[in-house]
RNA sequence: GGUCCCAUCGUCUAACGGUUAGGACAGAUGGUUUUCAAUCAUCUAAUCGGGGUUCGAUUCCCCGUGGGACCGCCA
């Protein structure tokens, strides 16, 4: 059996993480049954669509990782195939024209709000027997849906679904302008593009219901469907593009790992039974649609960021640092070539209390920056007892050649028993002067990370 | 409002009709450590309510309740 699937955003605002999970379950599906996946930009809104979007779409899949099939679809320029078969319904009879003007409809919009009744297209010109063509109105094409009778189609994750027709409306497949509206254009390539899976959001459910009848009066195979649940904000509602970390771009910038959102995205709304880190491999071999979820599932940035978490700690440390390094140029400061070595060698501890690639960053910045600044409060807790310490220990470190560790401990704690005072009497000031910072990796790998004149210049700088 | 869908810890989710309802994240506590963190151990925490069916319902059915999606000449 043929597996061919596709994604089809519209352009008409930037692909959020909602789209890219979609975009993933029909990649991961493709992959696990050798079949294709396509991407379909669909375009058929001239207003709205927009050449940025386009590119931040695909841009954004390719981050994760999810290649398309062939080059992309881009919907309008199949519109001569859209009129035509628009043309040809209307020829077999499923179509008509309506002449209905924008105010008409807009007048029984409000007649049905008033009376509380669900709007639906009255079918003026199902039957325009007795009714006469207005000259001045350009008619749009309706599909002539069924009026009775219910129909039930067999979704892969929601199981069967029972809608009565009557509540279809005849909807619009060809505007006042002769352009295509999504539900032919839709329809139509599917169809072209041999799509066998239609893997989409749950926002289309009531679509496939349109859809399908436009299958049947072609003769056309229609292909199975499954609409996943949609990804809610932490309000509980659709995730929209205004809401907060909603596109790839966002977690990029936050120094979320490309992997880590994969992983975080596919154990969205499915499971398979107690894993929770999967390797590309794995997902493509254990995901199926019917792991997937009924029910509707909200972002969890914090489980995000523990995902990233265990990436961070997983990954090669020399990969790890060319993601760095990358995201430095990009967001924060470029890492200059010869501070690039020392950073590198420290990624084993650099990495450690870290959750994204800009807290590594953070905790790189001793090594990139070469003037530290000091904190008001930090700079409080250089008091005269904490400079004699550490230019006690600048004196002794000062006599060592070679600085290691063993060497760095004995000092200390040779401070420590002879001011009486605990690791953190010795080793806080010292942090802060090489620092610039209460907080930050282990004082030894502070120490050691940074070449000895730099530790002397640091310290120096403070008496 | 109409139509459709959904419902297990705060969150993501496991559980052929039979489990002390499991795991993960978050949270809490303690050990260790070199501050923050990390780490290890422990703990708190859920089957929306009501009826059925059944020897036995998280699981099947019905009714409520709650949440969501859709209701465009957008896609």
Redesign the pocket.
């Known amino acids: 059996m043929s597996f061919i699937c596709r994604f ?3 352009p ?1 605002g930037p692909l959020h993480i909602g789209g890219v999970r979609t975009a993933l379950f029909n990649w991961l599906l493709a992959k696990k049954n050798k079949g294709k996946f396509y991407l379909r930009i ?4 001239k ?3 927009k050449e940025e979007y386009i590119k931040q779409i695909i841009e954004s899949l390719a981050w994760i990782g999810i290649k398309h099939d062939e080059k992309e679809y881009i ?1 309008s320029k199949n519109i001569k195939k859209h009129k035509e078969i628009a043309e040809e319904l209307l020829k077999k009879g499923f179509a008509y024209k ?1 002449y ?3 105010e008409e ?1 807009k007048q029984q ?1 409000e007649k049905c709000k008033k009376q ?6 009255n079918r003026k010109w199902r039957d325009p027997k007795n009714l006469d063509i207005p000259k001045d ?1 350009k008619p ?1 094409i309706r599909f002539k849906s069924k009026i009775s009778g219910d129909v039930k189609i067999k979704d892969l994750v ?7 027709n009557s ?1 279809i ?1 005849d ?2 497949i060809l ?3 002769g ?5 032919l ?2 329809v139509v390539d599917d169809h072209e593009m041999k799509i066998t899976h239609v893997i989409r ?7 496939t219901f349109k859809q399908i009848q436009i299958y049947e009066v072609m003769k056309w195979e229609i292909p199975k469907f499954a609409h996943i ?2 990804i ?1 904000s932490d ?4 995730l929209s593009k205004r809401d907060m970390a909603s596109t790839i771009g966002d977690y990029i910038k936050k120094g979320i790992l490309a992997d880590a959102l994969r992983n975080y995205l596919l ?5 398979y ?2 894993k ?1 880190i999967f390797t590309l491999k794995e997902s493509i071999d254990l995901f199926d649609l019917k ?10 940035l ?2 995000i ?3 990233n ?1 265990h990436y961070i ?1 997983h990954i090669e440390e020399k990969e790890l640092f060319k993601l760095l390094k990358d995201f430095a140029q990009k967001f924060r400061k470029s890492i200059d070539p010869s501070k690039e070595n020392a950073v590198l060698q420290s990624m084993s501890f650099l990495k ?4 994204t690639l800009d807290d590594i960053y953070c905790n790189s910045e001793y090594i990139i920056k070469d003037n530290i600044e000091l904190l008001p409060d930090d700079e409080k807790l250089l008091d005269p007892p904490a400079k004699k310490i550490i230019s006690e220990f600048l004196e002794k470190f000062n006599k060592i050649d070679v600085p290691n ?1 063993e060497k760095l401990e004995e000092i200390i704690n040779n401070l420590i028993k002879k001011h009486n005072t ?3 009497g010795v ?2 000031p010292l ?1 802060i002067a090489l620092v610039g910072s ?8 502070i120490i050691l990370s940074l070449t000895k004149d730099e530790v002397i210049k640091r310290i120096s700088k403070i008496n």
């Open positions: 089809a955003p519209s008409t669909e375009d058929t809104d207003e709205r669509s919907q309506c209905c003007s924008e409809i919009k509380g009744i669900p709007y639906i297209y109105i749009v929601q199981g069967e679904i029972n809608i009565s509540i409306e909807f619009v505007r006042q302008d352009s295509p509206t999504y539900q254009s839709a959001g749950d926002d289309h459910k009531i679509n649940p949609l809610h309000k509980g509602s659709k154990r969205l709304g499915w499971a039974k107690d929770e792991g997937v979820g009924k029910s509707p599932s909200k972002l969890d914090t489980r960021l523990s995902i978490e700690k450690n209390k870290a959750k560790k605990n690791f953190k080793g806080q942090r209460r907080f930050g990796p282990g004082i030894y790998n």
